[in-house]
């Protein structure tokens, strides 16, 4: 089954990074359309999205980008009825800890992290850097890499950026969102803690399936490229089939 799919990249980097994900799922057949994170706190540029990601079958996203991806894809079913694919890469509903969602990084050393943006945006985006890739075997190698495909991100969208990872609290859309779902985990991920991969399973809805990626980083759809697409294009194959 060949689908379009809408896939949004992570906060700090830049499309770039995703671009060998997007490649291969377009050798498999799939028309896919990636873009950047936006401000989905201005009601302009989130309704724009939405008559975007309106044209395209499945809503995907990486961190932050998955987040988006799930607001987009209550927006659509508000406002079209419809019930578009979702799909996550390690993205967390709730990427600060509030009180409903303990699984998340805790508030603390989120505002120590944007302090320190504030104060040194370049050194603290090289220190997300060697998170996103810590926990792998190849972190090094990754890191390396990385800094090869990152474009420097205009400050005010990566300011907003953080604004979304504190604010937005997804626990009771997915909760409640009856859409197909895939949300595809690290197992040694910095960013989001390992227990994400026993909480979500209670959380979500029917039609929902939980993938964890053994001995990976919160890099994954960038580095584990040929595994994601096979549990990616996996799912998409048996959802669409189901239809």
């Given at each position: 089954m060949?689908?379009s799919?809408?896939?949004?990249?992570?906060?700090?980097g830049g499309?770039?990074?995703?671009?060998?994900l997007?490649?291969?799922?377009?050798?498999?057949?799939?028309?896919?359309e990636?873009?950047?994170i936006?401000?989905?706190l201005d009601?302009d540029?989130?309704q724009?999205?939405?008559?975007?990601?309106?044209?395209?079958?499945v809503?995907?996203g990486?961190s932050?980008?998955?987040?988006l991806?799930?607001l987009l894809t209550?927006q659509?079913?508000?406002?079209y009825?419809?019930q578009?694919?979702l799909?996550?890469?390690a993205?967390?509903?709730?990427?600060?800890?509030?009180?409903?969602w303990s699984?998340a990084m805790?508030q603390?050393?989120f505002?120590?992290?944007k302090?320190?943006?504030q104060?040194?945006?370049?050194t603290?985006l090289?220190?997300?850097?060697?998170l996103?890739?810590?926990?792998?075997?190849s972190?090094?190698?990754d890191?390396?890499?990385m800094?090869?495909l990152i474009k420097?991100q205009?400050?005010s969208?990566?300011?907003?950026?953080l604004v979304?990872?504190e604010?937005?609290n997804?626990?009771?859309t997915?909760?409640h969102?009856?859409?197909?779902q895939l949300h595809v985990?690290?197992q040694?991920?910095?960013?989001?803690p390992?227990e994400?991969?026993q909480?979500?399973?209670?959380?979500l809805?029917e039609?929902?399936?939980v993938?964890?990626?053994?001995?990976?980083?919160h890099?994954?759809?960038?580095?584990e490229?040929?595994q994601?697409?096979?549990i990616i294009?996996?799912?998409?194959?048996?959802?669409?089939?189901?239809?």
């Amino acid at each position: 089954m060949n689908a379009s799919i809408l896939l949004i990249t992570g906060w700090g980097g830049g499309t770039q990074l995703l671009e060998p994900l997007q490649h291969k799922l377009q050798q498999q057949g799939h028309h896919v359309e990636l873009i950047n994170i936006f401000n989905a706190l201005d009601a302009d540029i989130l309704q724009h999205h939405v008559e975007l990601a309106h044209r395209f079958d499945v809503i995907m996203g990486w961190s932050l980008g998955g987040q988006l991806a799930t607001l987009l894809t209550q927006q659509l079913q508000q406002q079209y009825q419809e019930q578009k694919t979702l799909i996550t890469l390690a993205s967390n509903p709730c990427f600060v800890a509030q009180s409903n969602w303990s699984t998340a990084m805790p508030q603390e050393t989120f505002e120590q992290f944007k302090l320190s943006f504030q104060q040194d945006a370049i050194t603290t985006l090289k220190r997300f850097g060697f998170l996103v890739c810590q926990g792998a075997d190849s972190a090094k190698k990754d890191f390396i890499q990385m800094q090869k495909l990152i474009k420097p991100q205009p400050i005010s969208l990566l300011q907003h950026g953080l604004v979304l990872l504190e604010q937005l609290n997804l626990t009771e859309t997915l909760a409640h969102y009856t859409g197909q779902q895939l949300h595809v985990f690290a197992q040694h991920d910095a960013l989001v803690p390992g227990e994400i991969i026993q909480n979500m399973p209670q959380l979500l809805a029917e039609n929902v399936k939980v993938v964890c990626i053994e001995h990976a980083s919160h890099g994954f759809p960038c580095f584990e490229v040929e595994q994601s697409v096979q549990i990616i294009e996996d799912f998409i194959n048996t959802t669409f089939q189901a239809v």
